[in-house]
């Protein structure tokens, strides 16, 4: 079994920034894919972005240039650098790992982004 926490949600002005964490924990030589997710009130949940265990990111196209998905394989951690928030990227924040016929999410952390 593979657990994923996350940490590093907050409230920021726009314009600020945040880093989001994810840790993994358990069997996670088989993860090939970590990423983020978010799901903003009243909208359905949507790929922030995403890192292969070879490093290959991929990301939304609402989130280019501002946002920056890294990872720690020494430390089983995935980062999420988010710099340049705006009111719209308020959302729960959702890290993930996908590996052959599985996947696992965390319980999510609230990024509110005011103006």
């Known amino acids: 079994q593979v657990q994923l926490v996350e940490s590093g949600g907050g409230l920021v002005q726009a314009g600020g920034s945040l880093r989001l964490s994810c840790a993994a924990s358990?069997?996670?030589?088989?993860?090939?894919?970590m990423g983020w997710y978010r799901r903003a009130p009243g909208k359905q949940r949507e790929l922030v972005a995403h890192i292969t265990s070879s490093g290959i990111a991929n990301y939304a196209d609402s989130v280019k240039g501002r946002f920056t998905i890294s990872r720690d394989n020494a430390k089983n951690t995935v980062y999420l650098q988010m710099n340049s928030l705006k009111p719209e990227d308020t959302a729960v924040y959702f890290c993930s790992a996908f590996a052959s016929g599985w996947s696992r999410w965390g319980q999510g952390t609230q990024v509110t982004v005011y103006s």
């Open positions: 358990g069997s996670i030589s088989s993860i090939i894919v």
